[in-house]
């Protein structure tokens, strides 16, 4: 019984227009959320991009000063003891 229910409002709702119907009604719906939330969108995207020029400048920081070359850390690996 509740199969051919389903069944019944699977095949209306792939009829075009019903289709077409459903996308006249959430049409306003969908731009009214999306005229809401723009704003919000505009400020994620512009603190991502300011967390990734900060995070680049500090990586740039690190690798001109603060980290030692490759062969001190190997050499410092290889005589390092655990004790």
Known sequence: MTNDI???CINLLNEEHV????KEIYTPVITVVL???MPYIYLAIIFLLINF???LMIFFLLVRSKI????NIFY????KTFF
């Open 6 to 8: 389903i069944k019944m």
């Open 19 to 22: 289709k077409e119907e459903l």
């Open 35 to 37: 005229d809401k939330l």
């Open 53 to 55: 020029l900060l995070i």
């Open 68 to 71: 030692p070359s490759f062969s």
């Open 76 to 79: 410092k690996l290889r005589f």
